[in-house]
């Protein structure tokens, strides 16, 4: 049953509010570096107050003096507000049919999957303030109408966009707008040739943009659990094999897909983006919990 | 062609519709091999190069094709039903009538008769008909043909079953006219006839086929039923003519068996029945003496009434009582007048012996009175009453009777009071010799002995006129023997006794003959009867359906004497055999004006089937089978196929599997025999030119096999016929040496080869198969063989012989004939462990364990049959165990016996 937007949202919330702890840490996260909004205990441009300071007639304009403050005394302060960065999260979503595949075995198919877990990201990242963008008019934008839009983004995907066609397995150069303080959250099943991945990351990256690579797979994708006489059809549908016994090449086949999942994620190490594989039959929450854990780890990193 | 075609059904034609779902199915097949189950797999490009190439052929090969097309075809067909030569597929809107023949003529035929008819019920069940009966044959009774029905099917078995042939023909046309007529539901009839045109058959057919559809089943031709017949006035050999229907296909031996009253058999004759004419006259070599012994001839092979014709008084053994103070005493030994009497008279006559009343009702053509004078005067008069309606009665004197009045009745001279001594103390006369007999008298002919005298003799009253009374007297003119008639009978007195006390007649051979020619003087030609005051004849015994004996059942009616040779087997009077005071009339189904005509060639153009050839052949099993083993061939073609074998090692493959086929069968067969018997306990017998006599002994040997294998640890393995010239007899523990397979002298090398089986431990089991205890016709051939042959001195099996106790413990060795009696080595040799290398008798033992275990063709029975088996099994035992059971297993009983 495909999500709808405030299924999508009851679901996600459902994850997300089943770790109050985590949103407790997510205002600790928030607190320190990661998220725009977020004071740097300097002084700098900010919305909020710092402090006062002595008026330096060689590096300051007469005009910051805050003469309010300087009233009371005999010296000229001028009133200093805390530096504040300008953070945010884009999210994205393949779209290409291969996200659509659910096998037997699986309860829910990869784009359900990563639906889910981008919401419920969304969700803990807005209730702590943090800025939320999508390809979807993509503008940043925070608390409801940012989980609004970003939802529309997960169901419906950004106007405009190319439902169909290879491309979509990586995010396009449209999509890949630059903007500083940005971590990027490309989820997909990321089963493009290695080249183009590289090529993909190698584009976004030079952005200098850090992210977060999420590999949603479906358990048949990984251990082709199949028997006998198979015909096995791709998303192009004049790409199939022919497998007699489809038990016979079981084992090679899950070392390539491994391979290949190994790969992707060394090409994320090299540039410097978090990568985290899921499988569709994992519970959400499950999921979610590592996302979380590693999002921690990437704070961490960029607190330092 | 045509006519297999018509008698080719199907018994579920409808699914032959399923032929209309070929070309569906065609398409189907076309499509394989089965598509892949298709999966949408992202990942696909994975898979690419992982496994070699794999080239599907996009259709199946059309040899594939045709074969899988073939496979369900044959299904198609098989759950149709094919059925070749069906019997009647009932029709189940309709009931069923059956028309059963039970006269006599369907007692050979009765186990296929009455096996169709169950077979009918068993499927009128299956539909759930109701089932109505006619008999053909007549009942006795008021109502001759009483309609049975419509009965359910159980009760129809039930009566089905119970169910025997009648001993006189049917009456086709009497059933006919019983039919009732308001019946117009139109009925499936089916008539099981015995295949003999009776009276008004065609009439009945017409009325049958007027009511229904009428189907018609009759034996085949080989089968039809045979009657024997024998005429009167018969000359030094029985005149027996054989009747037959003319299409009865001949040229085959039948054995004419005569059987005396208590079911020895006196002599058999092999007769060429020729066939291609409804009668011909059987020859038989037979004495008048074995004649005179023989009650029934009967045709070996057809149990009916009319394969059994009985031999009436002019052959018979005359029925004669001696009349003796009470019913035990038979006569002390060389004193009594009795013991004489019955020495002399017991192998020409059939004797029983008790008060006079009781033998007046015997129905005794000739009554002896031993020295008897006082009896009651009921009892006189009665006899003489027996006398006057035909008997004759002989009188002996004796010490009794010098005591009587003179003017007793029932003597032919008067007497004088008092015997003649001639060789008394006081007497001066010497004992005087037998006066030669006259011409008149019956003894005329016979040889008088010299040395035969009589001492004391009864005179007869002088005065009185002894002309033509005298049948024999003594040289002094005295009378020995006088008769006179009395009424339609006769009274014969001997003047002197029937011991040795009176005179020495009794011991001599002309005594034996002189009652021999009185016996045979009972009881008048049945021609001489009319006219006299016997006007009915009682039965005496009837035969059954089967042609078996029984005592008369309650509906015969006695045969009225006036219209004898008219009266024909009927309900009310069933052949078997009638008499009264000593006169008999057989009634046999046989005479000489019956002729007997095939049903099937008299109703030309009415449809029928036989009970052999009708016998169903159902296809489905075997198409279902072809259809199985093509599956698996197109199973081994898709793995052969599938597993990438190349064409040329399939090629190769079935080159070597077809080489295989040819060389193994052949290869194997040479010496299966030898391993089977060696790896086997095997029963082994002499196999004879005669394929008959091959298969009764193969026969009897199968069934000794299963009974061994019932009672005993011996289990053997099955039978094997042998040629001792060819086979190796080393497998065997015993082989049975029939005397039918003794007729061929065996060659120098079968000798050679027996000599070499009895050297190394073997036993030859002879059977003479005569019956005979000492010099029997097979003797010859037995001598033949064994005086090439060293075999010990025999005796027979003394009473603690360890052949009488190997398994059971047995007093004699009963085979078809009840004297069994077997030869056995005399003195043990030690080197063979007792087992004597050669068993001799003659009692026939392979016909009685060929018999079906009922034995009811053996005078003893079922008891005599299962003798004969614990004979089979001791003699098995015997060989396999030799003397171990000597003293083992038994001891406890034969100690009980010797203690006894």
């Given amino acids: ?304 | 062609m045509g006519a297999f075609l018509a008698n080719f059904i199907f018994t579920n034609p409808l699914v032959l519709l399923g032929f209309l779902a070929l070309p569906a199915i065609l398409y189907l097949l076309r499509t394989t091999p089965p598509p892949p189950r298709r999966i949408f797999l992202p990942t696909v490009q994975f898979l690419k190069d992982l496994v070699p190439d794999q080239q599907t052929p996009s259709k199946t090969p059309l040899w594939l094709l045709l074969l899988r097309m073939l496979i369900i075809a044959l299904i198609i067909t098989a759950l149709a039903g094919p059925v070749y030569n069906p019997g009647t597929a009932l029709n189940t809107s309709r009931s069923l009538t059956l028309v059963i023949d039970n006269g006599w003529s369907a007692a050979p035929n009765w186990e296929k008769i009455r096996g169709k008819a169950l077979d009918l019920m068993n499927e009128a069940e299956r539909v759930d008909l109701t089932v109505t009966i006619y008999k053909t044959a007549p009942q006795p009774g008021e109502v001759a043909f009483p309609e049975a029905g419509p009965l359910p099917v159980g009760e129809a078995s039930a009566l089905l079953r119970a169910m025997t042939p009648l001993p006189w023909p049917a009456d086709h046309g009497g059933l006919r006219d019983s039919l009732s007529e308001e019946n117009k539901d139109p009925q499936q009839i089916i008539w099981l006839s015995d295949g003999i045109m009776h009276a008004g058959s065609r009439e009945l057919v017409n009325a049958l086929q007027a009511r229904g559809n009428l189907n018609i089943f009759t034996p085949d031709t080989a089968g039809l039923p045979m009657a024997l017949s024998l005429a009167r006035g018969s000359g030094e050999m029985p005149d027996l003519t054989l009747h037959a229907p003319p299409d009865k296909p001949g040229g085959y031996n039948l054995t004419i068996q005569a059987m005396s009253e208590n079911g020895n058999i006196v002599g058999f004759q092999d007769v060429l029945f020729k066939g291609d004419a409804d009668r011909q006259t059987a020859g038989f070599d037979l004495n008048r003496s074995l004649q005179e012994e023989t009650l029934f001839y009967r045709l070996e092979g057809q149990r009916s009434a009319g394969g059994v014709v009985i031999a009436d008084e002019s052959l018979s053994r005359k029925s004669v009582g001696i009349v003796t103070e009470n019913e035990q005493n038979e006569g002390t030994p060389l004193i009594d007048a009795v013991y004489y009497l019955r020495r002399a008279l017991q192998p020409y006559a059939d004797l029983s012996f008790g008060d006079i009343d009781d033998l007046l009702d015997g129905g005794h053509a000739l009554i002896i009175l031993p020295d008897i004078a006082g009896m009651p005067i009921e009892t006189l008069n009665a006899l003489q009453g027996w006398v006057e309606e035909g008997g004759l009665l002989l009188r002996f004197a004796g010490p009794n009777m010098t005591r009587e009045l003179q003017n007793t009745p029932l003597l032919p001279v008067p007497l004088r009071r008092g015997g003649r001594n001639l060789q008394g103390a006081l007497s001066w006369e010497e004992p005087l010799k037998i006066a030669e007999f006259d011409a008149e008298s019956p003894f005329y002919g016979l040889d008088v002995p010299a040395e035969v005298t009589v001492r004391t003799q009864i005179l007869a009253d002088p005065g009185t006129d002894l002309d033509g009374k005298i049948w024999a007297s003594l040289e002094d003119g005295t009378p020995l023997i006088t008769a006179d008639t009395l009424g339609q009978g006769r009274i014969v007195l001997f003047h002197t006794t029937s011991s040795a006390e009176w005179s020495d007649l009794a011991l001599s051979g002309l005594f034996v003959n002189m009652l021999r020619r009185v016996t045979a003087l009972a009881g008048a030609p049945p021609g001489a009867i009319t006219g006299t005051r016997i006007q009915t004849l009682d039965p005496v015994f009837t035969l059954d359906g089967f042609g078996r004996r029984q005592s008369p059942p309650a509906t015969v009616e006695p045969l009225s004497v006036s219209s004898l040779d008219d009266i024909r087997p009927e309900p009310s009077h069933p052949p078997g055999l009638y008499g009264r005071a000593g006169i008999y009339h057989a009634l046999n189904i046989g005479h000489m004006d019956l002729r007997l005509r095939s049903l099937e060639k008299a109703l030309t153009g009415t449809s029928m089937a036989s009970y052999d050839g009708e016998s169903e052949f159902h296809f489905t099993m075997p198409l279902l089978y072809a259809a199985g083993i093509l599956f698996l061939l197109d199973w081994l073609i898709m793995i052969a196929m599938s597993a990438g074998i190349r064409r040329a090692s399939l090629k190769a493959g079935a080159r070597l599997s077809l080489v295989m086929m040819v060389i193994i069968p052949a290869g194997a067969a040479y010496a299966q025999d030898d391993i089977d018997y060696a790896n086997g306990l095997y029963l082994a017998y002499i196999s004879s030119s005669d394929p008959s006599a091959n298969a009764v002994t193969r026969q009897a040997l199968e069934n000794l096999a299963v009974e061994l294998r019932q009672r005993t640890s011996a289990e053997p393995d099955g039978v094997a016929a042998l040629d001792p010239a060819r086979d190796s007899l080393a497998f065997f523990p015993w082989i049975y040496w029939p005397a039918s397979s003794m007729r061929q002298t065996p060659s120098a090398e079968a000798l050679r080869n027996i000599q070499s089986y009895l050297d190394n431990g073997g036993t030859i089991f002879f059977d003479l198969q005569d019956g005979v205890q000492g010099a029997g016709p097979n003797t010859e051939a037995l001598r033949r063989i064994t005086n090439a042959l060293n075999i010990p001195p025999l005796m027979p099996a003394p009473d603690d012989h360890v052949l009488r106790k190997t398994f059971y413990l047995l007093d004699n060795f009963p085979g078809r004939y009840n004297n069994g009696q077997i030869w056995v080595e005399r003195s043990a040799d030690a080197g063979r462990d007792g087992v004597s290398p050669v068993l001799i008798g003659s009692s026939d033992w392979a016909t009685a364990w060929a018999m079906e275990r009922s034995g009811s063709q053996l005078t003893g029975g079922s008891r005599q049959r299962e003798m004969a088996i614990r004979t089979g099994v001791n003699i098995m035992m015997y060989a396999l165990t030799g003397n171990y059971k000597q003293d083992q297993v038994h001891i406890p009983y034969i100690l009980e016996r010797l203690e006894r």
């Fill in chain 1, 1 to 304: 049953m495909p999500l709808t937007l405030s299924s999508l949202r009851e679901k996600s919330d459902r994850i997300a509010g089943s770790y109050e702890d985590l949103l407790i840490r997510a205002e600790d996260v928030a607190a320190s570096v990661l998220i725009g909004g977020h004071r740097k205990r300097l002084p700098g441009y900010g919305d909020e107050f710092w402090q006062f300071r002595e008026f330096q007639s060689l590096s300051d304009q007469p005009q910051d003096i805050d003469w309010r403050q300087s009233a009371k005394g005999e010296r000229h302060y001028i009133r200093q507000k805390e530096q504040q960065v300008v953070q945010r999260f884009h999210f994205w979503l393949s779209r290409y049919e291969g996200m659509n595949y659910k096998s037997d075995i699986a309860p829910c198919s990869k784009a359900e999957m990563a639906q889910l877990i981008l919401m419920a990201l969304g969700v803990v990242l807005s209730r702590s303030g943090e800025y939320l963008s999508s390809p979807f008019r993509n503008r940043a934008s925070r608390g409801e109408p940012g989980l609004e839009r970003l939802g529309a983004y997960l169901l419906n995907g950004a106007e405009g966009q190319q439902e169909s066609g290879s491309a979509a397995i990586l995010p396009g150069p449209g999509e890949a707008e630059s903007a500083t303080h940005t971590s990027r959250i490309l989820a997909g099943d990321f089963l493009a040739p290695a080249e183009d991945i590289e090529a993909c990351l190698e584009r976004l990256a030079g952005q200098g943009q850090n992210g977060l690579i999420l590999q949603v797979l479906d358990p048949a994708e990984e251990d082709l659990p199949f028997d006998g006489h198979v015909l096995f059809e791709g998303v192009e549908h004049n790409e199939s094999i022919r497998i007699d016994h489809a038990q016979s090449i079981r084992s090679k086949y899950q070392e390539r897909v491994k391979a290949h999942c190994r790969n992707v994620a060394e090409i994320a190490e090299s540039y410097g983006w978090l990568y985290l594989k899921f499988r569709t039959d994992m519970p959400p929450a499950h999921a979610f919990e590592k996302l979380w854990l590693l999002l921690q780890s990437l704070n961490e990193r960029q607190g330092l």
